[in-house]
């Protein structure tokens, strides 16, 4: 009878605090749960409005005749050239090297 008693005591100091808030305000709890599931639903309907503006943007297009393709693919090309480039910091271009300089740098390390 003592061993049980003394497990229990034991497993009660090992267990730590276990949050037993729920039931205390179901009024709030009820909200948020509410709040939760109306921004899931919103973020379920704008992913699947996406994907339906994808669909439509590549049944657009496939449906286009060869040439109509071509310079609209040449517009979207020529405006991603022009955009404004971001500046690059102190000695940006020339920080990595590569893995082929590497190695070239231990071989002649090695001879």
Not at 12 to 23: E, K, M, N
Not at 49 to 58: K, L, S, T
Not at 74 to 80: G, I, N, S
Request: negative net charge.
């Amino acid at each position: 009878m003592s061993c049980l008693h003394y497990s229990e005591e034991v497993s009660s100091d090992l267990i730590p605090d276990v949050d037993d808030t729920d039931g205390l305000d179901p009024e709030a709890e009820f909200d948020a749960w509410r709040v939760r599931e109306l921004s899931r639903l919103l973020r379920d309907k704008k992913a699947q409005a996406e994907a339906d503006a994808e669909r439509e943007e590549i049944e657009r297009r496939r449906a286009m005749p060869e040439d109509q393709r071509m310079a609209e693919d040449m517009e979207f090309a020529e405006a991603t050239r022009n955009k404004e480039k971001a500046q690059m910091a102190f000695l940006q271009k020339y920080y990595h090297k590569g893995a082929f300089h590497q190695v070239s740098w231990a071989l002649r390390a090695r001879s």
